[in-house]
């Protein structure tokens, strides 16, 4: 079983709004990303987790806020955000420091966020 | 910047196979070649990977030609189903302990149209 599991599908949130999105894994993989995918661009990586500690940060805004409560789970606090920040979110999870490749990120179906 | 250079878009028969060509002349021994594709609004699939030796599973063949510098991913018998944007991606596997190397980074891919 390689799913990884996304919520909500859909979002539309104001400029004012907080809301979340949330990740989910049961594979046993102790690394986990979010990606974010503007329309007909390639998917472009924000954040790694590693161990449920934060290890990459690919100089997101603040506005963007990554948490890790366990090994499973991944969520993505979102705050005051701007209209371009509309695009659809991804969820990755992979193991780790495996030989051979052994760390092929499997992806979710993604959050498609739209911000009014 | 992505490592790979794809054609931007490609056709094939339904029934027929695809054979989609990737250039990555500046691949590094330590890299492996990975593919992966995305069918229209859904997260990215991963398809198959290797080193330097061909690869095959369920899905598809892996050719890599013997100087590494390129790759052609055999879809056998494709289907309409496998219509989709085909990324090839280079990365050192390792999952963070390669570093920023390790990191998935997505080209513009190849929009592969199978028609009836």
């Known amino acids: 079983d390689t799913e990884v599991t996304q919520t909500p599908k859909h979002l539309v949130m104001g400029m004012t709004n907080k809301k979340s999105l949330k990740c989910e894994q049961h594979m046993g993989h102790r690394a986990m990303y979010w990606y974010k995918q503007k329309a007909k661009k390639p998917p472009e990586l924000m954040f790694v987790y590693s161990y449920e500690k934060l290890s990459i940060n690919e100089s997101v805004p603040s506005r963007f806020s990554p948490e890790c409560p366990n090994s499973s789970l991944l969520n993505l606090h979102l705050h005051a955000l701007q209209p371009e920040d509309s695009a659809l979110y991804l969820c990755?999870?992979?193991?780790?420091?495996?030989?051979?490749?052994?760390?092929?990120?499997?992806f979710g179906p993604g959050t498609r966020l739209t911000v009014l | 910047d992505a490592k790979t250079t794809q054609p931007p878009s490609m056709d094939c028969a339904e029934g027929r196979a695809a054979n989609l060509p990737c250039n990555h002349s500046t691949i590094s021994g330590n890299e492996y070649v990975y593919w992966y594709r995305q069918i229209h609004s859904q997260g990215p699939q991963y398809i198959i990977h290797?080193?330097?030796n061909n690869e095959t599973n369920e899905m598809a063949s892996l050719i890599i030609t013997e100087d590494r510098k390129s790759s052609t991913l055999i879809l056998p018998h494709a289907t309409l189903r496998d219509t989709a944007v085909y990324y090839c991606i280079v990365r050192v596997a390792g999952g963070i302990y390669g570093g920023s190397q390790g990191n998935l980074i997505f080209g513009k891919g190849t929009k592969l149209s199978v028609k009836p």
């Open positions: 990755a999870s992979s193991q780790e420091a495996l030989a051979g490749g052994g760390d092929t990120q499997y």
């Open positions: 290797g080193l330097k």
